[in-house]
């Protein structure tokens, strides 16, 4: 079982920057590879980025590949993994509630195995 925790989202200009963070534990910790994913109002879940467990490569949507860098630290007891989507440029479509799930890289939504509880980036002048 994963339990994961969102934080740092909020409202901030166009062309700005935002850090969203997920904290991961569980006794599952390395089973799966940990991503982020979006939904914006009227909208299907995005898959927006995540960090391959096997390869360690990165996948990026089209839409925020050059802006939105991910990353993975793991804490020094091995307890806790922290992935951050460092959110840059950011435009008005960009605007979603963004959430960290735990799963296979480059699956679905619906796919993946454990769910963050989300947290709302507006973009907004």
């Known amino acids: 079982q994963l339990q994961l925790v969102e934080s740092g989202g909020g409202l901030v200009q166009p062309g700005g920057s935002l850090r969203v963070s997920c904290e991961v534990s569980?006794?599952?910790?390395?089973?799966?590879?940990i991503g982020w994913f979006r939904q914006a109002p009227g909208k299907e879940h995005e898959g927006v980025s995540c960090?391959?467990?096997?390869?360690?490569?990165?996948?990026?949507?089209?839409s925020v590949r050059g802006r939105f860098p991910i990353s993975s630290t793991i804490s020094r007891d091995g307890t806790k993994k922290t992935s951050a989507l460092q959110m840059n440029r950011l435009k008005p479509e960009d605007t979603a509630v963004y959430y960290c799930?735990?799963?296979?890289?480059?699956?679905?939504?619906?796919?993946?195995?454990?769910w963050g509880q989300g947290t709302q980036v507006t973009v907004s002048s």
């Open positions: 799930a735990a799963g296979s890289c480059g699956g679905s939504w619906a796919s993946q195995r454990f």
């Open positions: 960090i391959s467990r096997t390869s360690g490569s990165t996948y990026y949507a089209d």
């Open positions: 569980g006794i599952t910790l390395d089973y799966y590879g």
